[in-house]
C-alpha cells in the first residue's frame, strides 16, 4: 500500500468510530475485517509470540523513548499516597511500577491483563522487590473486568486499548469500576502532525519494524499488526468524544513527539 494511502481520510475514520461502525460480530485486526471472536484468539495469539522479547522490542523500536511517554502520562494522572489503581491491559507491569512508587506503600496497583504469558514476563520486575507488596496481578478481560464497582481512585490503559475488540465497552468498564472524581489515563499511539515527519514514520512503521520484528522476534506478522492497528485507531479528537460519550467528563490530552503517542486525561 503506498505511504500516502496508510492514513485513513476523515469520511473512513468517522465510520471506525460511530457508536455501531459493523456488525456486532464483527471486528478488525489491523486492517483486515474478522469475526469478532476471533480478533479476540488472534490477539492472543499474537502476545503469546512477542511476550518474550516485549519490553526489549519496545525500547528498540521506540529507541526508548516510550519510557519517557509513560512517565509523564503517570505523572499527569495525578495520583495520591494511598490511591487504588488499576492498570487495564497492564502487560508487562511498566505503568504499574510508576504507578506503585507514586501511590506509596498505603496503595494498590492492580495489573489487569488477559494474556498470561505478559503478566509472566512482567513478574521479575517487582517480584522480591520494594514495590511486590504494591503490585497485584489479576488475569482478565477488559471488556468485563471482574472488580467491584466504584473501588479505585484511577484507572490507565498503555498501548493496549487497541486490543480490545469493544473499546468503548473497555472503557465503559474502566468508567465503572473508579469512584466518582476518579481519574482516567490512556496513552496510545497516533497520527504524527507535521506531514514530513509522518512520511518517515509510516516508512520505519511499515518496513524496518516488520524487518526487526522478524530478525529479533521470529515474527513480522506480529510487528505488522502493530503499525496497522495504529492507523485504525481512532485520532485523539475522536478518542475524546468516544470517552465523553461513555460518561467521562473534563477531557484533555497531549501529544508527545510530534504525536507519535498521546496521551488522554478524564474525570468520572
Not at 473512513?12 to 457508536?19: C, I, T
Not at 461502525?21 to 460480530?25: K, V, W
Not at 492507523?231 to 485523539?236: I, T, V, Y
Given at each position: 500500500?503506498?505511504?500516502?494511502?496508510?492514513?485513513?481520510?476523515?469520511q473512513?475514520?468517522?465510520?471506525?468510530?460511530?457508536?455501531a461502525?459493523?456488525?456486532?460480530?464483527k471486528?478488525?485486526f489491523g486492517?483486515?475485517?474478522?469475526h469478532a471472536r476471533?480478533?479476540?484468539?488472534?490477539?492472543l495469539?499474537h502476545f503469546?509470540?512477542?511476550?518474550?522479547?516485549?519490553d526489549f522490542m519496545n525500547?528498540l523500536?521506540?529507541?526508548?523513548?516510550h519510557?519517557?511517554w509513560?512517565?509523564?502520562?503517570?505523572?499527569?494522572?495525578?495520583?495520591?499516597?494511598g490511591?487504588?489503581?488499576l492498570?487495564?491491559c497492564?502487560?508487562?507491569?511498566d505503568?504499574?511500577?510508576?504507578?506503585a512508587r507514586?501511590?506509596?506503600?498505603g496503595?494498590?496497583v492492580?495489573?489487569y491483563?488477559?494474556?498470561r504469558?505478559m503478566?509472566d514476563a512482567g513478574?521479575?520486575?517487582?517480584?522480591?522487590?520494594?514495590?511486590?507488596n504494591r503490585?497485584r496481578h489479576?488475569?482478565g478481560?477488559?471488556e468485563?473486568i471482574?472488580l467491584?464497582?466504584?473501588?479505585?481512585e484511577?484507572?490507565?490503559?498503555?498501548?493496549?486499548i487497541?486490543?480490545?475488540t469493544r473499546?468503548r465497552q473497555?472503557?465503559?468498564?474502566?468508567?465503572?469500576?473508579?469512584?466518582?472524581?476518579g481519574r482516567l489515563m490512556?496513552?496510545e499511539?497516533?497520527?504524527?502532525v507535521?506531514p514530513?515527519f509522518?512520511w518517515?514514520?509510516?516508512?520505519?512503521?511499515?518496513?524496518?519494524?516488520p524487518?526487526m520484528?522478524?530478525?529479533?522476534?521470529?515474527?513480522?506478522?506480529?510487528y505488522m499488526?502493530?503499525?496497522?492497528?495504529i492507523?485504525?485507531?481512532?485520532?485523539?479528537d475522536?478518542?475524546?468524544e468516544i470517552l465523553?460519550?461513555?460518561?467521562?467528563?473534563?477531557?484533555?490530552?497531549?501529544?508527545?513527539?510530534?504525536?507519535?503517542a498521546?496521551?488522554?486525561?478524564?474525570?468520572?
Open positions: 500500500m503506498p505511504l500516502n494511502k496508510i492514513w485513513l481520510d476523515d473512513e475514520r468517522r465510520r471506525q468510530v460511530e457508536p461502525p459493523m456488525p456486532s460480530d471486528a478488525f486492517f483486515e475485517r474478522i476471533e480478533k479476540s484468539e488472534r490477539v495469539q503469546n509470540s512477542v511476550a518474550h522479547v516485549y525500547s523500536l521506540s529507541f526508548g523513548i519510557h519517557a509513560k512517565r509523564a502520562s503517570v505523572r499527569a494522572l495525578g495520583l495520591r499516597p490511591d487504588r489503581v492498570d487495564v497492564g502487560g508487562t507491569g505503568l504499574a511500577i510508576l504507578a507514586q501511590v506509596g506503600a496503595g494498590r492492580v495489573v491483563d488477559i494474556n504469558a503478566i513478574l521479575p520486575k517487582v517480584r522480591g522487590g520494594p514495590l511486590e503490585i489479576v488475569q478481560d477488559a468485563q471482574a467491584p464497582d466504584k473501588s479505585f484511577a484507572a490507565m490503559v498503555g498501548f493496549g487497541r486490543n480490545v473499546m473497555g472503557f465503559a468498564e474502566m468508567h465503572r469500576v473508579l469512584k466518582p472524581g490512556c496513552l499511539f497516533s497520527r504524527p507535521w514530513v509522518r518517515l514514520y509510516d516508512a520505519y512503521s511499515f518496513y524496518a519494524m524487518f520484528g522478524d530478525l529479533i522476534a521470529g515474527s513480522r506478522k506480529a499488526h502493530l503499525p496497522e492497528s492507523r485504525m485507531f481512532p485520532l485523539p475522536e478518542l475524546a465523553r460519550g461513555v460518561g467521562f467528563s473534563r477531557v484533555e490530552y497531549r501529544r508527545f513527539t510530534n504525536g507519535i498521546v496521551a488522554h486525561l478524564a474525570v468520572k
